[in-house]
Nanobody, 125 residues
Framework: HVQLVESGGGSVQAGGSLTLTCVLS????????MGWFRQVPGKDHEGVAT???????DYAGPMSGRITISRENAKNTLYLELNSLKVEDTAQYYC????????????????????RGQGTQVTVS
């Protein structure tokens, strides 16, 4: 049974930092794109970042420079470091695993991934 479980969300003040963690159980996902998207109630899902099997990263423009995505394949674990958080970063953040398209992983793929966790809430005030 495939399961993705996020943790690390919470409430922080603007300018603060959080590190989100996603642990995958079930088959290994060494050959998959791993990533994050976020959702604010009433708004569309917004892709945040992906990392490909070789470690190449792709970030959404508004968050680029403030976030870092990383993965530990041996631990089936994905991370998202959030820095200099803004009020507008408040959202539910979801971890996903998705197959690459023509060998490419892009953050825009993340909202469409079928393999996703339940999300972790980040609230910035």
């Amino acid at each position: 049974h495939v399961q993705l479980v996020e943790s690390g969300g919470g409430s922080v003040q603007a300018g603060g930092s959080l590190t989100l963690t996603c642990v995958l159980s079930g088959p290994t996902y060494d050959n998959y794109c791993m990533g994050w998207f976020r959702q604010v109630p009433g708004k569309d899902h917004e892709g945040v970042a992906t990392i490909d099997p070789n470690g190449a990263e792709d970030y959404a423009g508004p968050m680029s420079g403030r976030i870092t995505i990383s993965r530990e394949n041996a631990k089936n674990t994905l991370y998202l470091e959030l820095n200099s958080l803004k009020v507008e970063d408040t959202a539910q953040y979801y971890c996903v695993a998705v197959g690459p398209i023509r060998g490419v992983c892009r953050y825009t793929m993340t909202p469409f991934a079928k393999l996703r966790g339940q999300g972790t809430q980040v609230t910035v005030s």
